[in-house]
Nanobody, 120 residues
Framework: QVQLVESGGGLVQPGGSLRLSCAAS????????IGWFRQAPGKEREGVSC????????YYADSVKGRFTISRDNAKNKVYLQMNSLKPEDTAVYYC?????????????WGQGTQVTVSS
């Protein structure tokens, strides 16, 4: 069964850090481009970051550039999103998704999401 599972979300104070994990089962992540997305209440889903399967190129939304880092551990079949200097506006449900194509293309698989809340 093909599945993506996110973990690592939670409640953190402004300025704090979290590391989200995206674990795959039923397929090998290193053959896929992986994107992280988020959706806050009342807002549209937005792309946060992406890591390419071909050359490991990474991309970030302007709102998270310099604060978030995406990485992959092919041996563990996982992709991570390290989030530092978190702000209240980072509060959202975070999803990972896998694409057989490139960052910005259609995604084949989606996880169920993990809640991140940044609040004092």
């Amino acid at each position: 069964q093909v599945q993506l599972v996110e973990s690592g979300g939670g409640l953190v104070q402004p300025g704090g850090s979290l590391r989200l994990s995206c674990a795959a089962s039923g397929f090998t992540l290193d053959y896929y481009t992986i994107g992280w997305f988020r959706q806050a209440p009342g807002k549209e889903r937005e792309g946060v970051s992406c890591i390419s399967s071909s050359d490991g190129s990474t991309y970030y939304a302007d709102s998270v550039k310099g604060r978030f880092t995406i990485s992959r551990d092919n041996a563990k079949n996982k992709v991570y999103l390290q989030m530092n200097s978190l702000k209240p506006e980072d509060t959202a449900v975070y999803y990972c998704a896998a694409s057989s194509l490139y960052c910005g293309d259609e995604y084949d698989y989606w996880g169920q999401g993990t809640q991140v809340t940044v609040s004092s």
